[in-house]
């Protein structure tokens, strides 16, 4: 049996993990990094650069290098790289695939199936993207996870004794909390909230304005706008939030960054931590909101939690820590493995999946309602296009639900089933899945025709929706794997597998001329 | 309610802890990943008994034996009435009755 692995694909780091004996372990490349960072660019030549060497042109060549690319998955967003524009989908796919070479060299065999961490509140379209990543990169998934799950099943230290957890999961992109009940090997998610646009990178361009403040107010001249200035600055800023985790205070250093006339200008300025906090704070209380509301959706309070996890990079920053614990008083607040754990824990669900002795049963919930567009009773009377939620928020899945509605106006022959998922009350307000129509209904007065609508929700996210008419018991039914965003087709899954390739293949070409002259010496 | 409990494996007036300890059983018999359909089974049967604020009481269905005594006194005084109302001549009897 081929080796199993899973996949933390971070918007700042990504990593790739494996079991030996039931006991899951990071990959690391051939410098005994454990981290890939998530970059990718491409050099002058045009040749193809993946992670830490991407990094290291960022503040040379913005233009050439992509980075947080997590945060576009699931929309149309295109991203150009040499002479040609990739989807989110594309670049997280060369990650994903750089991945899987390295695991591949590593345990020489061959890596077709992997389990991928996502952020506990991504949306239907961000996890279908996520999974047409892992199909571009050549492996099949097996599961999209949660992050914040991932990082439960790793935490050991259980006991048959139900305990409740608070995962708070602050990565470099996304944030999730996560209400945890652990008993024995069985973990149990009971709600999870979080936000998809707020992570350390919005410190870091927080960071960023600051800097540009500061050399505003040194040299009375705005600092340049070009994209190479900039990415020099959000690095500098990147660089000090990280000293501002152990240093009270850190100074920046940007020699050149303009100049004036003749005279060449340069930033330096220090920063306390106490500055840095100012700015974050505002972000970070969105974070402490999310935790009430985890709670109130788990029928919880504060005393019911028992201990709190913390996951993410950026739950290194002290404040973050603080404000934690500030609003949990008396609940142990501690952190393992911050940037590890997810993987691990992928690794570790990878194996349940595919049947190695891993003791490990897990219940996960789904992170927004499903419902379809309805006319129903309001403050108004009766009002058309209200959403109606057949699933609601932190359902256990996978999952079935059903419920009937009638038509609306006599002899109404025909019934559109518009599929929404969100929590707003306007159905348009939430995001559209795809809606279908059961025509031909026999002619009857205003809500004498039930019909049923059944929502279908399995592990991999994919919603079946089923509408019957009682009486003639016609039915039309619909699968939703994301019609909004363009699901690819296994045509364009094979085309872009192909266009990634063939940007891998210069490399390996390369390496196997070399081992042939090897050989003939 | 009944299925419920058989659906979990257990008898009716499981306490919570038993519901959550057969609950957890029946997971790991029936994962989500291969037995989607017996799992969403086990998990509504799971949340219809959690939700039932006290197991015991609430169980409609449930066949219960009857406990009564007999009230000796009462017994007694049924007995006597009884006796009273045999005591009377068939002409008292023909009057009460026409």
């Given at each position: 049996?081929?080796k199993?692995?899973?996949?933390?694909?971070?918007?700042?780091?990504?990593?790739?993990?494996?079991l030996?004996?039931?006991?899951?372990?990071?990959?690391?490349?051939?410098?005994?990094?454990?981290?890939?960072?998530?970059?990718?660019?491409?050099?002058?030549?045009?040749?193809?650069?993946?992670?830490?060497?991407?990094?290291?042109?960022?503040?040379?060549a913005?233009?050439?290098?992509?980075?947080?690319?997590?945060?576009q998955?699931?929309?149309?967003?295109?991203?150009?790289l040499?002479?040609?524009?990739?989807?989110?989908?594309?670049?997280s796919?060369?990650?994903?695939?750089?991945?899987?070479?390295?695991?591949?060299?590593?345990?020489?065999?061959?890596?077709?199936q992997?389990?991928?961490?996502v952020?506990?509140?991504?949306?239907?379209?961000?996890?279908?993207?996520?999974?047409?990543?892992?199909?571009?990169?050549?492996?099949?998934?097996?599961?999209?996870?949660?992050?914040?799950t991932?990082?439960?099943l790793?935490?050991?230290?259980?006991?048959?004794?139900?305990?409740?957890?608070?995962?708070?999961?602050?990565?470099?992109?996304?944030?999730?909390?996560?209400?945890?009940?652990?008993?024995?090997?069985?973990?149990?998610?009971?709600a999870?909230?979080?936000?998809?646009r707020?992570?350390?990178?919005?410190?870091?361009?927080?960071?960023?304005r600051h800097l540009?403040?500061?050399?505003?107010?040194?040299?009375?001249?705005?600092?340049?706008?070009?994209a190479?200035?900039?990415?020099r600055?959000?690095?500098?800023?990147?660089?000090?939030k990280?000293?501002?985790?152990?240093?009270?205070?850190?100074?920046?250093?940007?020699?050149?960054?303009?100049s004036?006339g003749?005279?060449a200008l340069?930033?330096?300025?220090?920063?306390?931590?106490?500055?840095?906090?100012?700015?974050?704070?505002?972000?970070?209380?969105?974070?402490?909101?999310?935790?009430?509301?985890?709670l109130?959706?788990?029928?919880?309070?504060?005393?019911?939690i028992d201990r709190?996890?913390?996951?993410?990079?950026s739950?290194?920053i002290?404040?973050?820590?603080?404000m934690?614990?500030?609003?949990?008083p008396?609940?142990?607040?501690?952190?393992?493995?911050?940037?590890l754990?997810?993987?691990l824990?992928?690794?570790l669900?990878?194996?349940?999946l595919s049947?190695?002795?891993?003791e490990?049963?897990?219940?996960?919930v789904?992170?927004?309602?499903?419902?379809?567009?309805?006319?129903?009773?309001?403050?108004?009377?009766?009002?058309?296009?209200?959403?109606?939620?057949?699933?609601?928020?932190?359902?256990?899945?996978?999952?079935?639900?059903?419920?009937?509605?009638?038509?609306?106006?006599?002899?109404?022959?025909?019934?559109?089933?518009?599929v929404?998922q969100g929590?707003?009350?306007?159905?348009?307000?939430?995001?559209?899945?795809?809606s279908?129509?059961i025509?031909?209904?026999?002619?009857?007065?205003?809500?004498?025709?039930?019909?049923e609508?059944?929502?279908?929700?399995?592990?991999?996210?994919?919603?079946?929706?089923?509408?019957?008419?009682k009486?003639?018991?016609?039915?039309?039914?619909?699968?939703?794997?994301?019609?909004?965003?363009?699901?690819?087709?296994?045509?364009?899954?094979?085309?872009s597998r192909?266009?990634?390739g063939?940007?891998?293949?210069?490399?390996?070409?390369?390496?196997?001329?070399?081992?042939?002259?090897?050989?003939?010496? | 309610?009944?299925?419920?409990?058989?659906?979990l494996?257990?008898?009716?007036?499981?306490?919570?802890?038993?519901i959550?300890?057969a609950?957890?059983r029946?997971l790991?018999?029936?994962?989500?990943?291969?037995?989607?359909?017996?799992?969403?089974?086990?998990?509504?049967?799971y949340?219809?008994?959690?939700?039932?604020?006290?197991?015991?009481?609430?169980d409609?269905?449930?066949?219960?034996?009857?406990?009564?005594?007999?009230?000796?006194?009462?017994?007694?005084?049924?007995?006597q009435?009884?006796?009273?109302?045999?005591?009377?001549?068939?002409?008292e009897?023909?009057?009460?009755?026409?």
């Open positions: 049996m081929s199993v692995v899973g996949i933390d694909l971070g918007t700042t780091n990504s990593l790739i993990a494996t030996d004996e039931g006991q899951p372990w990071v990959i690391p490349d051939e410098d005994g990094e454990l981290l890939l960072p998530s970059y990718v660019g491409m050099n002058e030549a045009g040749k193809l650069l993946v992670g830490r060497s991407a990094q290291r042109q960022y503040a040379a913005p233009e050439r290098t992509v980075k947080s690319i997590k945060r998955m699931g929309t149309d967003y295109r991203v150009t040499g002479d040609s524009d990739y989807s989110p989908q594309e670049i796919a060369i990650l994903l695939r750089s991945l899987k070479q390295r695991a591949e060299e590593t345990l020489e065999e061959e890596i077709t992997a389990v991928i961490t952020p506990a509140y991504f949306t239907d379209a961000q996890r279908q993207a996520t999974k047409e990543a892992g199909e571009i990169a050549g492996l099949e998934v097996l599961q999209i996870l949660n992050e914040p991932a990082a439960a790793v935490f050991d230290d259980r006991s048959e004794i139900t305990e409740n957890v608070l995962v708070y999961d602050l990565g470099g992109g996304t944030f999730d909390v996560s209400i945890v009940e652990m008993t024995g090997d069985v973990t149990e998610v009971l999870s909230h979080g936000n998809n707020l992570g350390g990178d919005d410190f870091d361009r927080q960071l960023q540009a403040d500061k050399f505003r107010q040194a040299h009375d001249i705005e600092t340049p706008s070009d190479a200035t900039q990415a600055l959000l690095q500098a800023a990147e660089k000090a990280v000293a501002l985790s152990t240093n009270a205070f850190t100074t920046v250093r940007e020699p050149f960054l303009a004036q003749k005279t340069h930033l330096e300025t220090e920063i306390s931590r106490a500055d840095f906090e100012s700015l974050i704070t505002p972000l970070l209380k969105d974070t402490i909101e999310a935790i009430d509301r985890a109130s959706d788990a029928q919880m309070e504060t005393e019911d709190v996890i913390l996951v993410g990079g739950t290194r002290p404040l973050v820590q603080q934690v614990e500030n609003h949990l008396g609940i142990s607040v501690s952190s393992f493995n911050p940037d754990c997810v993987g824990g992928a690794a669900q990878a194996g349940v049947g190695e002795a891993v490990s049963i897990l219940v996960d789904i992170p927004h309602s499903l419902g379809i567009a309805a006319v129903m009773e309001t403050a108004f009377g009766l009002t058309p296009d209200m959403f109606s939620t057949i699933i609601p928020r932190n359902s256990v899945i996978p999952t079935s639900r059903s419920q009937v509605y009638r038509t609306s106006y006599d002899r109404q022959d025909i019934v559109e089933i518009e929404y929590e707003n009350a306007i159905a348009r307000e939430n995001v559209p899945l795809g279908f129509k025509e031909g209904l026999p002619p009857k007065p205003a809500g004498a025709l039930p019909i609508v059944h929502f279908d929700f399995d592990l991999n996210g994919i919603l079946t929706v089923t509408a019957t008419e009486g003639k018991g016609q039915q039309s039914s619909f699968v939703v794997n994301n019609a909004e965003t363009g699901r690819l087709s296994s045509h364009e899954v094979e085309q192909n266009a990634i063939s940007l891998f293949d210069i490399p390996a070409i390369a390496f196997a001329e070399e081992d042939e002259t090897a050989e003939e010496e | 309610m009944k299925e419920h409990y058989e659906r494996g257990i008898s009716a007036g499981a306490t919570p802890a038993e959550k300890a609950y957890h029946q790991k018999a029936f994962p989500a990943h291969s037995h989607p359909q017996d799992f969403k089974a086990i998990r509504s049967a949340e219809a008994l959690r939700k039932a604020p006290n197991q015991q009481a609430d409609f269905f449930e066949l219960k034996p009857i406990e009564a005594e007999l009230d000796q006194d009462l017994l007694a005084e049924l007995k009435q009884a006796t009273a109302a045999a005591n009377v001549t068939l002409e009897l023909i009057l009460l009755t026409f």
